[in-house]
């Protein structure tokens, strides 16, 4: 109990030190949006049915996804810290899991696990008085299996087939996430949920409450096994030794641009990270692409290439940052054109896969052939040309991969900054294959030509930038690399950190709508009208198709130029506060 009563306090030490300046307000700001996600969940407790278990669901799922997707999830206290202590790993992986209580997000999900209470007052004095440690046993189960899940694929990671694995496991759970209207649509016609959802994990505290005091047994067995195995992983974890590189081939190139490009696609190859990012991206655009099936829609399939294309882009957005202090070799080698050589290896690995896709999903379902086709050439030059640009004028300093420790998901310290590259990234493809679509949607095959010029010049100018700025800026871009502080400030990166000049409200406004504005723009609107075009009316969860005919597409309609707004605001804010500040930097003449 000592042990576990330091750990705690060590962490909350840490987060009571960290709650300054910018990390601090973003800290803040995500408290913000998590506790008004909270209070919506405790709302789902005063209605009948079970949507409640149905959102405690997608709550675990975020547990257990999220931090695949955020370098390994909350790593304040790591079990490296303690290797030399000599402690049981039951005893360990106790501490740690006392210690993983502390912190926003435990907090926020025991918040919206007050909805427990909720339900249980609505049943009755038992089911009040049982809500209490059925909130914390839930809180419990939780945390421990976005740990183990950790765990495992830190585990798998450590070999090819295992790093692959994991990707495409991954991928498929976060596509199903984001289509979850399709489940909802295909299992909860009527307004109702699938029952088997009250009998995952995820709803055994519900039960609880309403009666079924056996899951409170279930759930302390399951707490029991998870913290078993958690110490098992842990054990391996601490106790990993490095692969060896006995019996590998040397690597030939002619001349130093085919010598990068044999190093990159030597790292395509080799780097089990890589290959768990290329195997998600995979994985994510066929599942997100195919699961409409499932209600009938066919149009995403041809779109399985292309959304391909833009996820492993963002998967690779800080590509010189995760190659760490590796670009001393670049600057030492005259001549050595390492965008270009990068360029040509990122196609290699990725742009057969895509075209692939793009060609076989298009068949399948006789799909668009030229807007396919336009847009997949258009995205290929485009990712070609941003992911070098974006990297380079933005670089997060990442960990050497020779220092990476027993989690290889956390490739930099700063996963904030990491994941807002990966949006930016995201977005700007897209942007690039918007005039071949457009030419394709309104003059057929002429797009293709459009969608190879744009994607030509995308890979030409966007490369030529950043290898401008690669070659006048080597030498700091290694000074970040290797301390993480940029040499004219000396402070560390903050390129897609908020400005600190915004206040707490702006920043409030700022996270909302930036995470929420995907609501009414994609579902509420877009795929709304895909119902209305369709005829399929009273769809659950689609306000649009439940209005009068009269209101149907005005709504749909509103609903778009909300989600469009949304973004906007937060944009318009980011970029007024960015230009507050660089007005204050300048200095005054006279």
Known sequence: MAVALTMASMKLAILRHSMKGQQGST???????????????????????????????????????????????????????FSLLGLPPQRMAAGLLVAAFVGMAPA??????????????????AGALVAVPAMVLQLAVFVLLSKVTVALLGLALGSRIGAIGAGLVNGVILAF?????????????????????????SGWGLLAVQGQYLALAAMAVLIVLLLAAWGALLTRRTG????????????????PHGAVVAKELRSWTRDLVRNHQLAFAFTYGVAFAAVPLMVGIPQMVPLAGPIFIVMAAAMTANAYGTDGTAHWLTLMTPGASDVRGRQLAWLA????????????????????????????????????????????????????????????????????????????VLL????????????????????????????????????????????????????????????????????????????????????VCASLGAIPLAPQGIVAMVFLANGRLEQSWF??????????????????????????????????AKKKAAAVKQPVAG
């Open 543 to 576: 306000l649009a198709t439940h209005m009068p005919p009269g209101l149907r597409w005005p709504v749909a309609f509103a609903f778009v130029l909300l989600g469009l707004g949304m973004y906007g605001t937060a944009l318009w804010l980011w970029l007024r």
């Open 108 to 125: 926020v999900s025991l918040l919206a696990l007050a909805g427990l209470l909720v339900a249980g007052v609505r049943e009755g004095v």
């Open 349 to 424: 690995a990725v742009g057969p896969i895509g075209l692939v896709l793009a060609v076989v999903c298009t068949a399948a379902v006789n799909g668009p052939w030229a807007l396919v086709m336009a847009a997949t050439f258009a995205l290929l030059g485009g990712a070609m040309g941003l992911v070098p640009l974006v990297s380079v004028a933005g670089l997060i300093p990442g960990i050497d991969p020779k220092n990476r420790g027993g989690n290889p998901l956390r490739t930099t310290e700063d996963d904030g900054s990491a994941t807002g590259m990966a949006y930016l």
């Open 240 to 255: 990993r030794s490095r692969p060896s590189t006995r019996g590998r081939r040397p690597m030939r190139a002619s001349g």
């Open 428 to 511: 700007l493809v897209a942007l690039t294959a918007a005039p071949a679509v457009l030419v394709a949607v309104f003059h057929g095959w002429w797009g293709v030509p459009v969608g190879l010029l744009t994607g030509v010049l995308c890979w030409w100018g966007f490369g030529l930038l950043a290898d401008r700025r690669l070659t006048a800026q080597g030498p700091e871009l290694l000074h970040l690399m290797r301390t993480g502080r940029r040499p004219d400030s000396g402070k560390a990166s903050e390129t897609f950190k908020l400005p600190d000049n915004m206040s707490k409200t702006q920043r409030t406004i700022v996270m």
């Open 177 to 201: 996430l984001g289509q979850i209207w399709v489940f909802m649509v295909a299992f909860g016609q009527g307004g109702r949920i699938p029952e088997f959802v009250r009998y995952l994990p």
């Open 27 to 81: 800290m803040v700001s995500a408290g913000v949006l998590g506790a008004l996600l909270a209070g919506g969940t405790i709302v789902l407790a005063f209605l009948d049915g079970d949507w409640l278990a149905a959102t405690y669901t997608v709550w675990m799922l975020g547990w257990i996804i999220g931090p695949v997707f955020s370098g390994g999830g909350d790593e304040t206290l790591r079990p490296e810290f």
